[in-house]
Structure formats: C-alpha cells, structure tokens
C-alpha cells in the first residue's frame, strides 16, 4: 500500500515528516529544501513510490516561495531520486536508493571540504598525468602549452589565475584521450582550484603573486615532463603538486580557529 504513488497516504502522517518544519535562516534555500527532501527519501520515511508533499504543503511548512520548492524539486528529479506526472505531482523514485554520486560546489566552503575534494584528484589526476606524457599528441601539447602560458598572462595582471590553473589541468586531461578524464574534471568544475573555494592566508597582492609563481614553477616540472615523454616524472610532479597544495590548506585547516 505505502508504495503505490496514487495513494496519498503514502506519504504517511505529514506532521512526522521532518521535511515538514520551518527551515532555518541559511544562505541557499533551494539547496536546504533539496537537503531536507533528500534526507526524509534516504532515511526511508518517504518511501520509493510514495508521494511528496503538494507544492503549497511545502512552501507554508518552510516559507519558502514556489520557486524555491520547484528548483528543489527539479534537482532532485535530475539526481534520480524525485519523478513528476502531470497532473498527480511529485513521487519518491522507485529506486531511489540508487543515488548518483555528486558534489555540491555550493557546499565546498570548509578547508575541509577542500581538502577531501583534492585528495579525489590526487587519486585521479597523478594517473592521468602519465597517459597523457605517452599519449598526447602534437595539438594537445601546444594546447598545454597555451595553458601554462595564459596562467603567466594572468599572474602578470595579478588575476589569481583560477580559471587558467583549471583550463592547465584540464588541457592534460584532453592529453589522456580518454574522455572520461576531461568529464571527471568537467563535472567537478572550476571549484577544484581550492583558493576559489575558501579565504586563505595570502592577504595582500605581493603574497598572492608569490603564491601563484610557486604553483607555476610546479606547473612547469608538469609540462616539461609531459613535453619529454617522461611518464615517471610527470606523475612524480603531478603527485608533489597536489601534495603540496594539501599540505597548504592542510596548515590553514590547523590554523583555523576550532
């Protein structure tokens, strides 16, 4: 009975359903109501097939506006965990205990939620460094070539060279010619380069132009090896990179008032 999306007693006593309370004060409310829908589906308190909510229900319980609820839901339909039918409403996806893996860029603002995010590359990028010092072609080297040199175009107009460090990285994963690099790093996006993601130590422009000429001096050992076919040396410079980029947030995170 409690499966079956047409029965609205599915959706069990409303006043139990902890979706169903007044949010509170938070910077981004579609994301808090994707949380709180989520939360009751994983917890099995909405079970798969059963119905969510009427909008209306929704919007009074959280005071949130309609668009609010229809962005949340619309998240949540893409995830796989939400289906709609016209007419009916929304419903708990019958297998949506399948939850696709996913990081939230609104949620990576701790050092660290950084820092676990950089320890996935660690894991991904170091391997990807060597297919593509054995397989990168003349294109894609000019392409890193290109890349390396816009970080240097960036730093002399004392940008911080976010989306640079990440067109450098992502120019390697073309190198790879395995597509599934270039999507990895795609679907992680921009907020890979972790001084986008958090405030850190380097307040002033003389210390952020010191910082970046530090990481593009390791950007270099990365291209060189890259350059030569040297594939022990490209993941040796890929790893100390990363590893030196943990290593500073990993301070800043031992700094952080507790």
Partial sequence: MTGHPD????????????LLAPLRPVRNRTTE????IAGEISSGRLAPGSRLPTEQALMGAMGVSRT?????????????????????????????????????PVGLSSIGDVLEVMELRLAVEVEAAALATERATLSSLR???RA???IDEAIRRGEPAIAEDFAFH??????????LYVEFLTFLGRHVIP????????TTGEEQAAYLVRIQSEHRLIAAAIRKRDVRAARRSMRTHLDNSLARYRGLAERAPK
């Fill in 7 to 18: 029965n609205l007693a599915a959706v069990t006593d409303p006043g139990k359903l902890a």
């Fill in 170 to 179: 992502r120019a390697i994963a073309h190198a790879t010619g395995n597509a």
């Fill in 143 to 145: 392409a890193i070539g």
């Fill in 195 to 202: 001084r986008q993601s958090i405030r850190t130590a380097v």
């Fill in 68 to 104: 609010v609820v229809r962005e949340a839901v619309s998240a949540l339909k893409a995830d796989g965990l939400v289906v709609t039918r016209q007419g009916a409403g929304a419903f708990v996806a019958p297998d949506a205990a399948r939850v696709p893996f996913r990081i939230d």
């Fill in 33 to 36: 109501v994707i949380e709180r």
């Fill in 148 to 150: 390396l040199a816009a």
